[in-house]
């Protein structure tokens, strides 16, 4: 994995282990100790996943389906995909993200009848492999600037048989957004940055790789942006 990642990936490993879990926990969390931006950003991310998932079951049921979660943070889209009646693999680079995205899966999903629990494992992404129908990888571009973007990209196509859906925070938006975004990483201590990236850059990933777009849909609010793509082998 040394190609992908380096020195940026240890940092955002560190931050999402300590600081980071705090904040995003919170953030992903339902309680109200949220400010104003933190508030809007937990219902622009619930509708990513909202997203998500319409585009995934409306090309048919989950059932039985595997799916891959790289970087499944608390595991909020993993959840609803086990409901759904997909196989999941979810997995990240934060072991303290996988503890809690554990714990919330055991206490909503264990004792349900025809729901398989995910299997959940600490890993980053450019380490996973295996084989699965689907590989979704939601809002971790944010982390990576394009030229790592394009082989974690290049990685997660190549664990997909039929469909590999992404989240990233557009470029487009960038100027409107610079001001903003820099409350996502608030304080002195958060070396990590926020990283946008061009859909025409990620299209571009893709296709280097053999895949092409079919799907495409955004999420915003007022201080969250989201693209989705979903592409499929061209
Ligand atoms: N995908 C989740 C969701 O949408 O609810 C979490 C999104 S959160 C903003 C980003 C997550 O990516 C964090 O949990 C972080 O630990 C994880 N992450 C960052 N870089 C990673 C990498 N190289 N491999 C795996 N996970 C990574």
Redesign the pocket.
Known sequence: AEE??GGD?EV??E???ND??QR?KKI?GDTDDVNKVQLDIRIG?AK??ENVMKMLTDEGSLQGVSVC?????????SIPLAKEGAIVSA????AS?VSEAQKQATEELQGRDNIQMPKFEV????SLNGKYDTVV????L???PQNKADG?IAHLASLAENRLIL?FAPKTLYYDLLKRIGELFPGPSKATRAYLHSEADIERALQKVGWKIRKRGLTTTQFYFSRIVEAVPA
């Open positions: 992908v990642g990936k955002v490993r931050y999402f282990t980071g879990f995003w992903y991310h990513t996943v979660d790289a970087g499944c943070g608390t595991g909020l889209l997995s990240d680079i934060s993200m890993s980053d992404l450019e990888c939601l809002d971790v944010i982390h990576y974690m989240s």
